[in-house]
């Protein structure tokens, strides 16, 4: 006779049991969902917010990685970038981080559905690694899934910039299990008009015209409204 295994809960622990052919029982250490969990980010309290560890890179500016946790845009996760139109800072809030990867190996990374032709030369005043840069346009939302899945399951992308509008939750959920999977930053934008919808992204943010911000969404953290960042049109120290 094998073995088996039972799984006990007890409050907000789990004890794991092992059962033996001559009926002997025996107990492993108590082991904390909850803790566990709250180290991963997934679920938190007031208290523990602290203890909160992800994986993440520095967005380049200050202010926001204190707000953010691990400090900065987190790896395995897709973050939502909400603006209320084109050229607000949107993507000016991602470049210092966008052009660090780029100069960090040989991956790609996907920029899907640009609205508008980059800049090749401001991308390198930047600091931007061009060669490293993959345009595509899909028409359909499950053409964006699609794609996103593949490109981060294919191993060869170190991050995925996507422009949208309408996507269900379900295939968001499926880019987001997918970024988790591959580790790799996925950033959606998205119109302001999309700010009340439900997401599963695990860091949203609102910029406005003005270029304030306000984190929406974020693991271990209350939302935080109208943080002021400046938003170069040159990299810092050009």
Known sequence: ??????????????????????????????????????????????????????????????????????????????????????????LRLLLPALARLSQQDERWQLWLNVPLPPCVPALQHWGFNTRRLLLAHTSRPVDVCHSLEKSLQSGGCQAAVVWLTQLDKALMRRIQLAAESARVAVFMLRPSQFENQPSVASLRLAINAQGRINIIKRRAGWPVNDLQISLPLNRVGC
């Open 1 to 90: 006779m094998q073995p088996f295994y039972s799984l006990a809960n007890q409050s907000r622990f789990a004890i794991l049991y092992i059962h033996t052919a001559k009926g002997m029982r025996h107990e492993f250490p108590r082991v904390s969902l909850v803790d566990t969990l709250t180290e991963q980010g997934r679920i938190w309290t007031a208290r523990d917010a602290r203890e909160t560890t992800v994986a993440a890179i520095s967005s380049g500016y200050a202010e926001l990685d204190a707000l953010l946790p691990g400090h900065g845009w987190p790896l395995g996760a897709v973050t939502e970038i909400l603006y209320p139109e084109l050229g607000c800072g949107e």
